[in-house]
């Protein structure tokens, strides 16, 4: 997604400001990812039974991902419609 969102940002973004709004929570997104990643990465470790906070924060994991992502459209959306 980052392929196309980067690129289209310098595209449509008409000056430095607009084009760091529409690039940066695209970057957002790629460091929740990994921080999401790691959080999983870390209770797998701890082992395979299924306890009650592991799974909240998985959870939480994957719910600061979907932030990531409203904010990334919300970013696009009104930059776009401003033109």
Partial sequence: MALVVIPA??????????????????????????????????????GPERHELSG?????????VFVAFILLGISWLLILIGH
């Fill in 9 to 46: 940002a310098l595209w449509f973004g008409q000056t430095g400001v607009e084009r760091i709004l529409l690039i940066g929570p695209m970057l957002l997104v790629l460091i929740v990812e990994l921080l999401n990643s790691g959080i999983e990465a870390a209770i797998d470790r701890i």
């Fill in 56 to 64: 909240l924060a998985k959870d939480l994991g994957s719910a600061a």
